[in-house]
């Protein structure tokens, strides 16, 4: 009995024992806890007053900088511009061009966008390359490459004259229609482009349709050396859906298909060498036909002028029918052939009796 108390003793001296060290274990979990949280905060704090002071540096030395370039280069009068340089290879005015970019001279030059320039330059239909330099202290350099404009292009099936025709537009290699406001003496001198009707023409728009841009084609093959001294275009006719009637200088009217031009006109060359061969010239030759090929020949001019100068064998005589017939009138009495009267003749030997 005396064992089995001692041991109960001994249980009940130790379970306060426990309990006093698992409370002294949370009081010191509690009191760690809170200095790591104390300590996580600290850090906290001090990264943001850091980035804090580092944003505020940052905004200070921003908008000094901002504040001295204003001072120093925006608002500086040596950096005004005061001189535009503009160099053109065709017939751009100064003040179109001017215009469209938007530039004027007094402006600060820092404060034009190059780039922009540039894109508003370019969306003119005459320009096909521009360039914009920037020369401190105050001067801007522009060249601008034109169109080459190649032919006149129309809807019309017939125009007399495309330099006053409101319905012509010029046309470049690569297709783009432009209107030009000073026209050149050399512009009358391109060929015609005829019968565009599926084209809804504008300045500034490139044209879509087969039959343009074939005839385009042509026109950019037909300018090798022997092609373009021998047949020399003046007229394309791409009314037809399915071929272009093509008219040269000599009025002679040569029919293309609209695929193979190169071949097509290897054979026109050898027609044309043939021509020049038997002293000829032709007058129609269709080459969408690869075999017996329709061909026609214009007269000589020796033909020509023995038709006009020799008569023809019988020729007829008609008789004249007078417009008017008036009534006669009273003849005047006749007069003799002398002016002088003639005096009496009297005889001699009557005057002798007496």
């Not at 046309?171 to 599926?198: F, N």
């Not at 009297?346 to 005057?351: E, T, V």
């Amino acid at each position: 009995m005396k064992l089995v108390q001692k041991s109960s003793g001994s249980r009940n001296r130790r379970a306060p024992n426990v309990r006093r060290r698992r409370q002294q274990h949370l009081l010191d979990v509690k009191v760690r806890s809170r200095k790591a949280t104390q300590h996580r905060i600290r850090k906290v704090l001090v990264v943001l007053s850091r980035v804090m002071l580092l944003a505020v540096l940052c905004s200070a030395v921003y908008l000094g900088a901002r504040e001295a370039a204003r001072r120093l280069v925006f608002e500086n009068r040596d950096y005004q511009l005061k001189t535009i340089e503009l160099q053109t290879d065709g017939t751009l005015q100064r003040e179109q061009v001017l215009k469209a970019a938007d530039l004027r001279e007094g402006e600060n030059i820092f404060s034009v966008n190059l780039a922009r320039v540039r894109d508003r330059i370019q969306e003119l239909p005459q320009v096909d390359d521009v360039e914009v330099v920037r020369k401190l202290p105050g001067e801007i350099d522009i060249r601008v490459v034109e169109r080459k404009p190649i032919a006149w292009l129309t809807n019309d099936k017939e125009i007399s004259d495309p330099f006053v025709s409101d319905a012509a537009f010029l046309v470049d290699a690569r297709g783009v229609l432009m209107r030009q406001k000073k026209l050149l003496p050399e512009y009358l001198g391109l060929p015609l482009i005829l019968g565009c009707s599926s084209e809804s023409l504008e300045a500034g728009k490139v044209v879509e349709s087969l039959e343009a841009k074939t005839a385009l084609e042509l026109l950019r093959l037909s300018t090798r050396s022997f092609m373009q001294m021998r047949f020399q275009i003046r007229e394309i006719d791409v009314s037809q859906s399915y071929c272009l009637l093509v008219t040269d200088k000599n009025r002679t009217r040569v029919t293309f298909g609209l695929n193979d031009l190169e071949t097509q006109l290897q054979r026109l060359e050898q027609f044309l060498v043939y021509c020049d061969n038997s002293k000829q010239e032709l007058e129609t030759l269709n080459l969408l036909v690869q075999r017996n090929i329709p061909v026609t020949f214009t007269d000589t001019p020796a033909a020509v002028i023995n038709d006009t100068i020799e008569p023809p064998v019988e020729p007829r005589i008609l008789k004249a029918i007078p417009v008017d017939s008036p009534a006669k009138a009273a003849s005047p009495p006749k007069a003799r052939a002398g002016g002088t009267p003639i005096a009496k003749a009297i005889s001699i030997q009557r005057k002798r009796k007496d």
